[in-house]
C-alpha cells in the first residue's frame, strides 16, 4: 500500500483539538449535505468525560432531567459495572432535538471523534428530522424548554409537598410509563412557552381554590333499573372516551383522588414516554441510518485523502466491531444485531438500485436497477418504521446471508419444527415473521381503560386483549395494579380476554391481592 501524503489529511495521531474537531466536521458536513442529500438539525457537540457519560445512562440520555432514586440506583449499577470492566460506554449520545445535541467521550481517539460525528451528529440527525415517526409524534424543538420546566416543576414539588409525596407518584407513574403512550392516534403537541406558563398559573390557581368537598358526596342508589344502568354505562363510557388505550392520560384525566400537582406528575412522565416511543420503533432503521452514514463519508474521506491508513484501519476495526452478529449457538449470541441488520438492509438497498439481480427485479419492481440509492434510501428513512422496513425492503439475498429461518414452536407439541426455509413462499413467511417481531404493539401486553362507575363502587375496570395465549407474570401483575391503585384511589380490576375468541381466560382485583 503506498504512502499517503499528511499534507491533506485531517488530522495526525490520536490527539485531538477543537480546531481539528472542527475541520473533520466540516469536511464530514460537506459530504452528508452535498453527496448524500441529508437534511440535519443544526448540530451541538458536547464533549464529556466517562463520569458524565455514566450520568447521561441513568438519566434517559436527557441534558435536563427530574431527580429521582432510580436515576442514582442505576448510576451505581452502571459504575460498577463500568469499573470492573465488564461493561464499556457507548462513543456518543446524540439528543433528538432543535439544535440536536452530541455528547462525545473525551476519551475517544481522534478517528473515533471523527466516526461518531458523522454516525450520530449526521445520521442520527438526518433520521430523527425526517422520519415520519418523530416528525408526527414529538417536537425536537421544544422537548429541551420542556425538560426544563419539568425539572424545576418537580423541584418545587418537593419543596412544597416533600420529597416521600413526590417520588410516591414518580414511582407508580414510572410502573405505567409502557401504558402510557398513544399507540394509534397522535399525541397532542408540546405547548409554546406561553402556553405552559398559562398553564402553570392555573395550576396554581386550582391549588389554592381546591375544595375536599366533594369527595363526600354519598353514592348513587344501588338499586338502579337494569336498562338505565345499561344506559348510563354507554353514556359514560362516551363521555369518558373509553376504551382508553393509555392508561397514564386517563389517570392524569379522570383520577378521583389526584390534586393537581400529582396530575401535572402523571403528565410529564407521559410527555417523557411519548417522546420515547418512536425510538422503539425505529431500534434497526436508526442505527442502521446513522452506521451506514458514518461507514458512507469515512470511505469517502479515505479516498479524497483526507484520512491515513492507519486511522481507516482504526476506523474500520471500529465498525467491525458495531455490525458483528455472532452466530446463534455463540455464546455472546444476544439476538440479531440492530446495526448489522440494519447497516446491511442498507447497502442491500444501494445493491438492488445499481446492480440488480434477476430475482431482486422480481421481489422489487418499483426500485430494482433505478440507479438512484441515495433517493431511494432518503425515502425509506423518511416514510418506514421497523416493521413496514422488513416487509418492504428485506430481500431473499439478505435472508439468505442472515440464514434466517422460521422455526414454529407450538405449546401442544412435543417437538420444534422448521416452518419455512429459503424458497419462495418461505421467503415471504420468513419476512412477515421477522417483521411482527419488531412491531412494538404485539411485543406488548394491550391493556386498556374499559368502563369506571364513577357514581357506585368507583371500580377501575381494565381489560386485557390476550395475544397468542401470553398471559402477565403474576407477580409483576399485581405488583402494577397496585401502583393503579394508588393513582386511582379505589379498587382497579383486570380481566383477560382472548383477543381471538373473547372468552375471558383470568381475572383479579386489586381487593384480593
Not at 398 to 425: G, P
Request: hydrophobic letters at 40%; one cysteine or more.
Amino acid at each position: 500500500m503506498a504512502r499517503r501524503s499528511s499534507s491533506g489529511l485531517l488530522f495526525d495521531g490520536s490527539d485531538w483539538n477543537f480546531a481539528t474537531l472542527s475541520r473533520a466536521y466540516d469536511a464530514i458536513e460537506t459530504i452528508a449535505l452535498d453527496e448524500l442529500g441529508l437534511d440535519v438539525y443544526p448540530n451541538q457537540l458536547e464533549i464529556i468525560s466517562s463520569e458524565q457519560m455514566l450520568d447521561a445512562y441513568s438519566s434517559v440520555g436527557m441534558p435536563l432531567m427530574y431527580q429521582h432514586w432510580s436515576f442514582g440506583k442505576r448510576f451505581i449499577f452502571e459504575d460498577h459495572l463500568y469499573r470492573k470492566g465488564q461493561r464499556g460506554l457507548a462513543y456518543e449520545l446524540v439528543i433528538n432535538s432543535n439544535p440536536c445535541i452530541t455528547y462525545l467521550m473525551e476519551e475517544n481517539t481522534m478517528a473515533m471523534q471523527t466516526l461518531v460525528t458523522a454516525h450520530a451528529a449526521f445520521g442520527h440527525n438526518h433520521f430523527f428530522k425526517n422520519n415520519y415517526l418523530f416528525r408526527q409524534w414529538t417536537d425536537a424543538g421544544a422537548i429541551l424548554s420542556y425538560m426544563d420546566f419539568a425539572k424545576k416543576y418537580i423541584a418545587k414539588c418537593e419543596e412544597r409537598h416533600g420529597v416521600s409525596a413526590v417520588e410516591a407518584i414518580l414511582d407508580s407513574a414510572h410502573a405505567l410509563m409502557d401504558q402510557g403512550v398513544f399507540r394509534y392516534r397522535r399525541p397532542p403537541r408540546l405547548s409554546s412557552e406561553k402556553v405552559r406558563e398559562r398553564a402553570r398559573e392555573r395550576l396554581e390557581y386550582e391549588e389554592q381554590t381546591y375544595s375536599d368537598l366533594w369527595r363526600t358526596l354519598p353514592l348513587a342508589a344501588e338499586n338502579r333499573n337494569p336498562e338505565d344502568a345499561e344506559r348510563d354505562a354507554s353514556e359514560r363510557k362516551k363521555v369518558l372516551n373509553l376504551p382508553e388505550e393509555n392508561l397514564l392520560y386517563f389517570l392524569e384525566k379522570h383520577s378521583l383522588i389526584l390534586d393537581p400537582w400529582q396530575r401535572e406528575l402523571l403528565r410529564i412522565v407521559r410527555v417523557i414516554a411519548q417522546y420515547f416511543y418512536p425510538q422503539r420503533q425505529t431500534k434497526v432503521m436508526n442505527e442502521g441510518c446513522a452506521t451506514f452514514v458514518h461507514y458512507t463519508i469515512i470511505n469517502r474521506l479515505f479516498d479524497q485523502g483526507r484520512i491515513s491508513e492507519g486511522a481507516m484501519l482504526e476506523l474500520l476495526k471500529s465498525h467491525s466491531n458495531v455490525v458483528f452478529q455472532p452466530a446463534f449457538d455463540d455464546p455472546r449470541f444476544p439476538g440479531i444485531n440492530p446495526y448489522a441488520l440494519g447497516f446491511a438492509m442498507m447497502q442491500d438497498i444501494e445493491r438492488i438500485c445499481m446492480k440488480p439481480t434477476a430475482e431482486d427485479r422480481d421481489w422489487f419492481p418499483s426500485f430494482a436497477g433505478n440507479g438512484d440509492w441515495r433517493g431511494t434510501l432518503l425515502d425509506a428513512w423518511a416514510n418506514h418504521r421497523d416493521e413496514s422496513f422488513m416487509l418492504q425492503y428485506l430481500s431473499p439475498a439478505m435472508i439468505r446471508k442472515f440464514r434466517l429461518f422460521l422455526l414454529s414452536d407450538r405449546a401442544t407439541d412435543s417437538y420444534c419444527e422448521v416452518a419455512s426455509i429459503h424458497n419462495e413462499r418461505g421467503y415471504s413467511t420468513i419476512r412477515s415473521a421477522l417483521a411482527r417481531s419488531y412491531d412494538v404493539g404485539a411485543r406488548q401486553p394491550d391493556i386498556q381503560v374499559i368502563d369506571v362507575d364513577l357514581l357506585g363502587d368507583r371500580q377501575l375496570r381494565l381489560q386485557h386483549n390476550v395475544k397468542n395465549g401470553i398471559l402477565l407474570e403474576e407477580s409483576t401483575r399485581d405488583e402494577t395494579l397496585g401502583h393503579v391503585r394508588h393513582l386511582w384511589g379505589y379498587d382497579v380490576s383486570l380481566s383477560g380476554v382472548d383477543a381471538a375468541t373473547g372468552s375471558v381466560l383470568y381475572e383479579c382485583s386489586t381487593d384480593e391481592i
